[in-house]
């Protein structure tokens, strides 16, 4: 099992710039994919990145594309989603999950583990 915790969250202008940080705990935290997801109020969860086991497979969804990048330090057992030129329909509550397999997926469904989430706003 992996037990995860994001954080890095907070009010930013829009055009500004946040790292969210998600540390997990075990032993086996590079042999999970790992996906970003973001819910805003009224809305439904939805997938905003992912990442493969050795960070070799990433990808995006066409929003974020170009503004946010996934990355991991599995030596330190941490995803990150560096967002930058951030936009006010960006805000939401972000959660980082894991999935057993090493691969990421677009469907939450296939994730078995959750963040409690971080919550990112951004002002126009």
């Known amino acids: 099992q992996v037990q995860l915790v994001e954080s890095g969250g907070g009010l930013v202008q829009a055009g500004g710039s946040l790292r969210l940080s998600c540390a997990a705990s075990?032993?086996?935290?590079?042999?999970?994919?790992m996906g970003w997801f973001r819910q805003a109020p009224g809305k439904e969860r939805e997938f905003v990145a992912g990442?493969?086991?050795?960070?070799?497979?990433?990808f995006y969804v066409d929003s974020v594309k170009g503004r946010f990048t996934i990355s991991r330090d599995n030596a330190k057992n941490t995803v990150y989603l560096q967002m930058n030129s951030l936009k006010p329909e960006d805000t939401a509550v972000y959660y980082c999950a894991a999935a057993e397999g090493g691969s990421y997926y677009y469907a939450r469904t296939l994730y078995g583990y959750w963040g409690q989430g971080t919550q990112v706003n951004v002002s126009s």
């Open positions: 075990g032993r086996t935290f590079s042999s999970y994919g």
């Open positions: 990442i493969n086991w050795s960070g070799g497979l990433r």
